[in-house]
């Protein structure tokens, strides 16, 4: 499976963004998800998490009840609706597909596809 994600852009505090992580291969279905974010300087972190079925999510302390994950199998395409965005939001946003235990880890994931750039003005 191959991952690419979009939707990044330049937004003010308080604003909102949806970034869309398409698929291509049949086997997008198959896997649960992840999204992560690289800020300048730091290291990568994760995000949130969806089940193969969409059917359970997880999320980082940082994002809970300002970001929502969610996926359409039929689309091939994932989603991370974002609200409320603060500055320390700002980062690259990367999807990726699980692969081994660890929901939260990124040595847990593969395939990542090429990220998509967040800025938040304050």
């Known amino acids: 499976v191959q991952l690419q994600a979009s939707g990044g852009g330049l937004v003010q505090a308080g604003g909102s963004l949806r970034l869309s992580c398409a698929a291509s291969?049949?086997?997008?279905?198959?896997?649960?998800l992840g999204w992560f974010r690289q800020a300048p300087g730091k290291e990568r972190e994760f995000v949130a998490h969806i089940t193969w079925a969409g059917d359970s999510t997880y999320y980082a302390d940082s994002v809970k009840g300002r970001f929502t994950i969610s996926r359409d199998n039929a689309k091939n395409t994932a989603y991370l609706q974002m609200n409320m965005l603060k500055p320390e939001d700002t980062a690259i946003y990367y999807c990726a597909a699980q692969i081994n235990k660890g929901r939260d880890l990124e040595r847990a994931y593969a395939y990542w596809g090429q990220g998509t750039l967040v800025t938040v003005s304050s």
């Open positions: 291969g049949r086997t997008f279905s198959s896997y649960s």
